[in-house]
């Protein structure tokens, strides 16, 4: 009986990774050595309001700081790939942001802080619309919604790695997670630059010409404006929850980092093999605002979760949420952007992103000083039906792109 099963899911997941290019998985590695020094960010709360003893007014701000960079990164990613190539702009990223994270380890003062995180993410998010330019570039005929899902793979992989490490090293030393950021940078750009640079996108360059523009597209600005709601809810994930595990549950840093990791060894067992099945079975936006549905659930249940397993059960329902939607968001401004708006299509996908990392900790501060953890859980719930319905309302990505040759 077992041995059927086993088989099964083998065939599965052998039928969920084959047919990829070597180009896919190789900026999948890039962005998992990335995203394994994924060790400020969850901690970046509890370090600002701890380890530098700020109010926690003053920690939302900082934390907002970090998503205005993330957009202007997002932003200026995606504008300069569609100018200057994916390959610049990402070794550019790497570098220069492996400096950043050691210097902004001796910043302690508040404005300081503040500017030393806004220029940090300014530069080092401008890697995110590149590398996703460069896995369609990249990609083979047919593979696109997989190749991308590859690379969250990575990524999710990479941040299940990270937030694990991260409670170890923060114990010791919260300068220690900066260090760790720098080094994993400089090691996702030298696998880069050593891998990518003598080859050439399977699309020529000299099809790159400037096309349309994001900002006249009314699909989408609204599909960036449901976005950016989900960005508001998701992102409680890094920038509240942390909060309401320590403050409400009394977790230590390891507890905390073994949870946000579990987050990500469930979507990378699930996600791909999930993908695999339904890219042909079901309409993106569909999967979509179901995947939306249940990210209200998951916030809900928190306000019910009682000891580690609650907690656990709750995100295994937000990492379903997460499997269900995200893939197909990026895969749905992809096909709507064309060949020649990647890159700013892209950008603006990140950037909206980004803005929800501005507002998601200063929302759910404000809520929890004023309110309580259960008011703006149940809040973000109620925000996320809204979001649901306005997902599935919205049209077909009916952008067409040219197939990458195979």
């Not at 020094?37 to 109010?55: A, D, K, N």
């Not at 991308?148 to 919260?174: D, E, T």
């Not at 709750?314 to 709507?336: C, D, G, K, V, Y």
């Not at 990392?357 to 759910?364: D, E, N, Q, T």
Request: glycine share 10%.
């Amino acid at each position: 009986m077992y041995i059927p099963v086993i088989s099964w899911i083998t065939r599965q997941y052998r039928a969920a990774f084959e047919g990829l290019s070597t180009e896919a998985w190789v900026l999948a590695t890039v962005m998992f050595i990335n995203r394994a020094g994924t060790m400020v960010l969850p901690f970046l709360g509890l370090y600002l309001r701890e380890g530098l003893g700020f109010s926690l007014s003053e920690t939302g701000w900082i934390m907002a700081f970090y998503g205005v960079g993330s957009m202007v990164g997002a932003l200026a990613g995606g504008s300069l790939s569609d100018r200057w190539g994916s390959y610049q702009v990402q070794t550019t990223a790497l570098f220069v942001g492996s400096v950043l994270f050691w210097m902004l380890s001796f910043l302690t003062e508040f404005w300081s802080l503040a500017l030393g995180v806004f220029v940090l993410t300014a530069v080092a998010d401008m890697v995110r619309p590149a590398n996703s330019s460069a896995v369609f570039e990249y990609a083979k005929q047919g593979n696109i919604t997989r190749a991308f899902s590859l690379n969250r793979m990575a990524i999710n992989l990479g941040f299940s790695v990270g937030p694990a490490a991260a409670g170890i090293i923060a114990a010791w030393s919260y300068q220690g997670l900066f260090w760790a950021d720098a080094a994993t940078c400089a090691a996702a750009g030298f696998l880069f630059v050593g891998f990518f640079r003598k080859r050439r996108p399977r699309r020529p360059p000299e099809q790159r010409v400037r096309g349309k523009s994001p900002y006249r597209d009314r699909g989408a600005l609204a599909f960036s404006g449901l976005v950016l709601l989900f960005a508001v809810a998701f992102f409680q994930l890094v920038s509240t929850l942390p909060l309401y595990y320590r403050d409400a549950h009394n977790l230590g840093e390891e507890q905390i980092g073994l949870l946000l990791g579990f987050n990500g060894l469930l979507i990378v067992a699930v996600e791909m093999i999930f993908v695999n099945w339904a890219q042909n079975r079901i309409a993106p936006r569909h999967a979509i605002a179901l995947g939306v549905l249940v990210m209200a659930l998951a916030f809900a249940s928190l306000n019910w979760a009682t000891g580690l397993p609650g907690l656990y059960a709750s995100m295994l329902i937000l990492s379903a949420s997460e499997i269900l939607a995200m893939p197909f968001m990026i895969s749905w401004i992809t096909l709507r952007a064309g060949d020649q708006s990647r890159g700013r299509y892209l950008g603006l996908y990140a950037a909206t992103y980004a803005l929800g990392h501005i507002l998601a900790p200063l929302v759910g501060t404000y809520v929890i000083a004023h309110y309580g953890y259960a008011h703006l859980y149940y809040g973000v719930a109620a925000l996320s039906l809204f979001t649901a319905l306005g997902f599935s309302q919205l049209p077909p990505a009916i952008g067409r792109q040219s197939p990458p040759s195979p």
